[in-house]
């Protein structure tokens, strides 16, 4: 029998949206571009939809905390949380999987299951120290 | 437009309350209508609320409200504008009368979020976050309350000492307040020096620990307000709203310029002031939304109050104490008064009316006030509401 993770997890990856008309970046996905103004459908249907970017790789920390309260679907003690800055100046939120975490800090983020909740696992961005 | 003032306030005490969520907001409303010495004649009502539907299984509110305390057939809606809810029906009631469309509204605020566990009332404000991008992480609020302070400190020197001085402050506030949820006291020997920290304020969203984060809280706060020139049928002459002012921010902290810009509150005072015809100088005392402390710290700069970075030395010379240049959170704030999500904004605006009545109890009352501000913040700073008051 398949497991949950088989059963319900469609794409592990986390992407950027990048604006077909004028190559502006941004995650997560707006509808509308702000610099251009061009629309993004995702059915395709009416106008085109922005190009998926995978997001990961090297990134700086900008913030982090690690919290005690943790809401559903979340089976560990503490879970820590960070800012992120990618090269391309994309932002996004991660879990840091590093034990001392430094603001400033060089990681590597990569997609992976972050929660799992009922009938849905949840996959985002983790936080790593770089690979030697 | 119609000058607009508030005739009447009412407030249940906040904390764990096991009455069902329309009894909780009828009382403070009928209190709201006894101050005001009326029994009806109400045209409007807005209700503030955010997890009628989603804690307590409970829509429509409005309506089931005005028929508990008979105000049929005033109009009524409920506003949800999560934790900035309160606010925003005030703003709605202020927009009903200046348009000509009521004399009298009644705004009441309540929620009763303790019905369920800390945990799914954590889970439940985190809704607030990203659907994509922020909430599936388990991201809560309190997480970007940590980080938020992290990079405060790192960037203005702030210590977690100047944290615990603002929470001794708050309980020695909320200690005198007859609503407020926490009436214990707090001491920095306790919560900062003290040999059993880690056991009474523990870590909870590093930097931030206990006593830097509201509680969980039922309650509910109301105001009549009414159009100044029928102010005459009431018992006390109406607070008058000088200026309401608002403003929006990204729905992803991150994707802010400066993680550390509250521009929404910034701009939302802006225009207050712009209203009012006045600035932060001019005001008297503050109500802060202060769900973590850091947020007073914060958001007292962006209202003018002290320069970036500059809200620090103010703590350490007793600037925003009763009797202080500056006042903040006379009531206790969210920090120890409590945080009824939907109640919180027109229970800073009864404070704030309290005060500028000379009503406020001894101890915490403020010297001669003339103009009181309030914030009102909504998710992280993605949606902020200013109101400032005046007396006349």
Known sequence: MPTTTELYAVDRNVYAYRCPECGALYYPAPMICRKCRNRRDPSTTVYSDFEKVPLGGPCKLLTWTRIYALPEGIDRPSLAFGVVEFTNGIRAVGVLMTEKPKTGALLEARPGLVRELVRRDCYGLQLFDPSP | ?392
């Not at chain 2, 002459?237 to 403003?247: F, V």
Request: net charge negative; with cysteine.
């Open chain 2, 1 to 392: 437009m119609r000058a607009v003032g508030i005739a009447g306030i009412g407030h249940t005490k906040f904390g764990r309350l096991d009455y069902d969520l329309v009894d909780i907001m009828a009382w403070s409303s009928l209190e709201a209508l006894k101050d005001a010495g009326i029994e009806g004649g109400i045209d409007q009502v807005f209700v503030a609320n955010m997890g009628a539907g989603a804690i307590n299984n409970q829509t429509g509110i409005a309506s089931a409200l005005v028929s508990r305390i008979f105000l049929e057939p005033a109009m009524a809606e409920t506003i949800e504008n999560g934790p900035a809810s309160g606010a925003s029906a005030v703003k709605c009631g202020y927009l009903a009368i200046a348009a000509g469309m009521a004399d009298t509204v009644l705004v009441t605020g309540g929620e009763r979020m303790r019905e369920t566990t800390g945990w799914k009332a954590t889970d439940f404000v985190a809704t607030l976050t990203h659907p994509d991008a922020e909430y599936p992480y388990g991201l809560t609020l309190p997480a970007y309350g940590g980080m938020f302070t992290r990079a405060y400190m790192e960037r203005h020197g702030l210590t977690e000492k100047h944290l615990a001085m603002i929470a001794v402050k708050a309980h020695q506030n909320a200690e005198k307040n007859p609503f407020a949820h926490i009436e214990e006291t707090a001491s920095i020997d306790g919560i900062y020096d003290g040999p059993h920290r880690e056991v009474v304020n523990p870590v909870m969203a590093d930097p931030l620990r206990l006593y830097d984060l509201c509680p969980v809280s039922d309650g509910a706060a109301s105001v009549v307000l009414t159009a100044m020139d029928t102010a005459g049928r009431f018992k006390k002459r109406p607070i008058r709203i000088a200026g309401i002012g608002q403003a929006t921010d990204t729905h992803c902290v991150f994707n802010r310029d400066d993680l550390l810009d509250l521009k929404a509150v910034r701009l939302a005072a802006e225009r207050a002031y712009a209203m009012a015809g006045i600035g932060p100088k001019e005001i008297s005392f503050a109500e802060l939304h202060d769900a973590f402390l850091i947020l007073e710290v914060a958001e007292s700069e962006e209202v003018g109050f002290f320069p970036k970075g500059g809200a620090k030395k103010a703590i350490e010379r007793g600037e925003t104490e009763i009797g202080g240049r500056i006042p903040i959170n006379t009531s206790g704030g969210l920090k120890a008064k409590g945080h009824p999500v939907g109640a919180t904004g027109v229970s800073q605006i009864h404070e704030i009316v309290k005060q500028l009545r000379g009503e406020a109890e001894e101890g915490r009352r403020v010297k001669n006030p003339r103009y009181g501000l309030a914030v009102n913040f909504g998710g992280f700073g993605n949606n902020v509401v200013a109101t400032i008051l005046a007396k006349e």
